[in-house]
């Protein structure tokens, strides 16, 4: 248990659908991050929030939009997807006051796109 | 970020200790040394990290080298619930804000009972 939760851990959408994956902290940080892990490939940061503003966002495609309403809960809105996109999607938190501070990461949502 | 070279497996008997190497021979003066690590089906987690004396915690050990070129991560004994993907990742001090982190491909450690 890391203070990092998300929903679903599983998740399986059709091309036309529209879903969501939701990440809850209650550890008072205040960053919050989404990555995709792709099978074979490195973990790839996808956006990054900081005081609920978004602070980076690494040429993700639109079809993915990240929501933070405040400093404990990420959403990240997921429609008209491709298959290419199955992957695990994590999210993290930390600090964003003070350098170098750990993350902590949730277990991630198994995500297949058919 | 500078970038880190990382064998891609290493292997391990059960109680032995582990010493698992990392090479970033353009860290810059500011960049600190993080390991994470990600079990099978979990997140990544926090392991250690230090900037230039060797640091020890209840996980593990970072020894870095005096020129900070490379460092290694030491597991002083290898239990199977130590098989994991170990990355090494450099974080430079200068950049404030949130802790985005960039990895790479990791070592995959395999522990032999």
């Known amino acids: 248990e890391t203070g990092v939760t998300q929903t679903p851990r599983h998740l399986v959408m059709g091309m036309t659908n529209k879903k969501s994956l939701k990440c809850e902290q209650h550890?008072?940080?205040?960053?919050m991050y989404w990555y995709k892990q792709s099978a074979k490939k490195p973990l790839e940061l996808m956006f990054v929030y900081n005081f609920k503003e978004q602070t980076e966002n690494n040429s993700v495609p639109s079809r993915f939009s990240p929501e933070c309403p405040n400093s404990s809960h990420l959403f990240l809105h997921l429609h008209t997807l491709q298959p290419e996109d199955s992957a695990l999607y994590l999210c993290?938190?930390?600090?964003?006051?003070?350098?170098?501070?750990?993350?902590?990461f949730g277990q991630g949502t198994r995500l297949t796109v058919v | 970020d500078a970038k880190t070279t990382q064998p891609n497996s290493m292997e391990s008997n059960e109680e032995e200790p582990v010493h698992l190497p990392c090479n970033h021979s353009t860290i810059s003066g500011t960049d600190y040394i993080h390991w994470y690590r990600q079990l099978p089906s979990q997140g990544p987690e926090y392991v250690i990290h230090g900037l230039t004396s060797n640091v020890n915690n209840r996980m593990a050990s970072l020894a870095i080298a005096e020129d900070r070129k490379s460092s290694t991560l030491i597991l002083h004994r290898a239990t199977l619930r130590d098989a994991a993907v170990y990355y090494c990742i450099l974080r430079d001090l200068q950049q404030t804000g949130a802790n985005n982190l960039f990895f790479g491909t990791g070592t995959r450690l395999t522990v032999i009972p």
């Open positions: 550890l008072g940080h205040n960053a």
């Open positions: 993290a938190s930390s600090q964003a006051i003070g350098l170098n501070t750990e993350a902590f």
